[in-house]
């Protein structure tokens, strides 16, 4: 699937929950699909700063040239916005992530509904997946 059609999806997916508690319970809920995060990664290099709660990203290349994030976080909302990230990231070339307009953000209203902190944090964990795709292009 390509970056838009994952995005679309997690668009219907969330946008279908009308109420907000639900929308936070199933970004929540997301955050089961990350998988487990090497202990020996949570460290300063691996750290994302900005956020309010600890978040570590991993990047890396695989052997067919595509980006694989994978990452944590202390906190159960950001981990789920974190799967969310790395949901509709991973698995592509640093060239369609580097090029890629990540509107599901907008549209599914995180902007309008998490605090200034959160937003920060988001924006954070999304500059250093970008930034990686960039480095490696």
């Not at 570590?56 to 990230?85: F, P, R």
């Not at 060239?95 to 937003?119: C, P, Q, V, W």
């Amino acid at each position: 699937m390509t970056i838009n059609e994952i995005q679309d999806t997690l668009i219907e997916d969330i946008t279908l929950l009308e109420d907000w508690l639900d929308r936070y319970t199933a970004i929540i809920d997301m955050a089961d699909n990350l998988p487990a995060f090497p202990e020996n990664l949570k460290d300063d290099e691996h750290l994302i700063k900005g956020c309010q709660s600890q978040v570590w990203i991993d990047c890396q290349i695989n052997d067919e040239g595509k980006v694989i994030y994978t990452g944590d976080s202390d906190a159960i909302i950001v981990k789920g916005i974190l799967s969310m990230l790395v949901s509709v990231l991973s698995d592509h070339t640093p060239e369609e992530i580097a090029e890629a307009d990540l509107y599901f953000i907008d549209r599914i209203g995180m902007n309008e509904h998490l605090s200034l902190t959160r937003k920060n944090g988001l924006y954070s964990m999304l500059e250093r997946m970008k930034n990686f795709a960039k480095e490696n292009l």
